[in-house]
């Protein structure tokens, strides 16, 4: 098993959902974040004086997949989260060692 963690602009969140839930994913947690990357931030001007934005507004999406499903879920993400300019944010796959459903009790793949 795998969790996919992808950190996508906010505004393309309901297009990849959309596009998970297309191929069969059928949970995700989301979680608001900030942070930056190569970017470093922006600059914005309000009330004529500038400020220098740090941390950029981004949206964190977990999936936990069986390991057959993890090109497919990337592909999804990839195709549906890049806009081809800067800040189209980043995707992590790391190993996952168990799942449990808390409701059944069920464990491994089944659980997800």
């Not at 069969?24 to 942070?35: N, Y």
């Not at 981004?58 to 890049?82: F, G, P």
């Not at 995707?91 to 659980?111: K, N, P, Q, S, Y």
């Amino acid at each position: 098993m795998k969790m996919i963690e992808a950190i996508v602009k906010p505004f393309k969140l309901d297009e990849v959902k959309d596009a998970l839930l297309e191929i069969g994913i059928q949970g995700m947690t989301v979680t608001e974040v900030k942070g930056f990357g190569r970017q470093k931030g922006h600059k914005e001007t309000y009330r004529g004086q500038e400020y220098t934005i740090e941390f950029v507004p981004k949206v964190k999406i977990e999936v936990a997949v069986q390991d057959s499903q993890v090109q497919r879920v990337l592909d999804t993400i990839t195709r549906t989260a890049k806009t081809g300019s800067i800040g189209d944010g980043k995707i992590f796959v790391r190993d996952l060692a168990m799942a449990v459903r808390i409701r059944t009790g069920e464990t491994g793949d089944t659980a997800l």
